[in-house]
């Protein structure tokens, strides 16, 4: 079988190696897994075995239930400030995976580059290659706290630049742009009259201060792609549920692509999310004030240690640097499972500016978190009696 050059030279996914290597033990504990641990809220199973029972098992428009626009349309003005019409400027997708797919394709034609700021979620420049695009890595830095600058876009920005793809808050690093920050993002944008493309599955997930869409800024709604998901606030990965929202001219180009390669999300799953959106917000505090229990301890017991580790203000990640210990983050990563049954991810699966560092996901428990920490300590400091974290 002749297979498209296109795909061979995309290389697999540098987190699915570790997770493949911690599932052949039962001992390893994984802090590379990038999903919630808890399973999804009762309200929403049984809104979902509902609907099938009554028999809600036929397709649905392109765009998605009409009560779940309309209530994903309330939600977003709530909760985020965003406005978007249920009737034009929402499309409900299998995931925000697919809404990164079919925003790219949509703005793209053969050529045109995408701006990606890294360490980034590691679909981005795949998934730009194969809609025809040419992905530009575009630096952050730990001391920017790995938060994409104006300055840095400029230094990448072509006649051929057609789009700004971007995630916040940030898998892997945690990182979080406020409206201040966000506010020269938007001038650069409006300056060469760039499509943004915003991943924003974890808008959610936040500690300390509530999230800030680019697409809330004056005149970024005609320009971005809002994207968005309940897999990880609602604890709803195996649903494949997401929404892309945007200017209506946008995501009527967009709804041919995602009709051509889909048709619609599954019925049940899009039941499930307008059980979430109706129900589920007393759930998504619980657990997000879970997360951040896991993440002081995580981030402490790290630093106890002499980790640099960034402070994460979203998502469910630390990005610790592990440049002291003497190893690339791929050795560190490989040595630590191998002597420590903990697994992480080395930061260069997610670029080279994740180079030096691991990440670790504090989506399990409390307990796996202590017991992970003990085990990177013995691994640091070579003791087997040493157990301070309990």
């Not at 699915?16 to 001992?27: G, V």
């Not at 990164?100 to 980034?120: H, K, Q, R």
Request: negative net charge.
């Amino acid at each position: 079988m002749k297979i498209s050059t296109l795909v061979q030279n995309i290389k697999p996914s540098g987190i699915r190696r570790f997770f493949d290597l911690a599932e052949k033990d039962p001992d390893v504990i994984s802090l590379g897994v990038g999903e919630p641990d808890f399973t999804t809220p009762l309200t929403i199973l049984e809104a979902a075995q509902k609907s099938l029972v009554e028999g809600d098992t036929h397709y649905t428009s392109n765009d998605g239930m009409f009560l779940l626009r309309q209530k994903l349309s309330e939600y977003l003005k709530a909760r985020f400030g965003l406005h978007y019409n249920f009737d034009g400027e929402i499309i409900i997708t299998i995931g925000a995976s697919e809404a990164v797919d079919i925003a790219l394709t949509t703005v793209l034609s053969p050529g045109d580059e995408v701006l990606i700021p890294e360490p980034c979620f590691v679909s981005y420049a795949p998934c730009t290659a194969l809609s025809g695009g040419v992905p530009v890595m575009v630096p952050t830095r730990p001391e920017h706290g790995f938060k994409v600058t104006a300055e840095e876009l400029e230094k990448h920005v072509t006649p051929r630049t057609r789009a700004l793809l971007m995630s916040y808050p940030n898998n892997p690093t945690g990182a979080v742009m406020t409206r201040r920050e966000l506010s020269p993002i938007a001038d650069f944008v409006k300056k060469y009259d760039l499509a943004v493309i915003s991943d924003e599955v974890y808008a959610e997930l936040t500690y300390g201060h509530r999230h800030v869409s680019i697409a809330s800024l004056p005149g970024m709604k005609e320009h971005t792609f809002f994207i968005g998901g309940f897999s990880k606030a609602f604890a709803m990965t195996g649903w494949r549920i997401g929404y892309l929202c945007g200017p209506v001219d946008g995501v009527q180009q967009a709804r041919k692509v995602h009709q051509y390669r889909v048709m619609c999300p599954p019925t049940v799953s899009q039941a499930a999310a307008l059980e979430a959106l109706n129900s589920g917000e007393l759930e998504v505090n619980r657990m997000v004030e879970e997360y951040d229990r896991r993440r002081k301890v995580m981030c402490r017991g790290l630093r106890d240690m002499g980790f640099d580790v960034p402070d994460p203000e979203g998502a469910f990640y630390v990005f610790p640097s592990v440049q002291h210990t003497g190893f690339s983050g791929e050795e560190f990563a490989e040595k630590l499972l191998e002597k420590a049954k903990v697994a992480v991810v080395p930061g260069s699966a997610f670029g080279p500016s994740g180079e030096g560092h691991i990440r670790c996901s504090y989506a399990t428990s409390i307990e796996k978190i202590h017991e992970a920490l003990n085990r990177i300590e013995m691994f640091m400091v070579g003791n087997p009696g040493n157990r301070r974290f309990l």
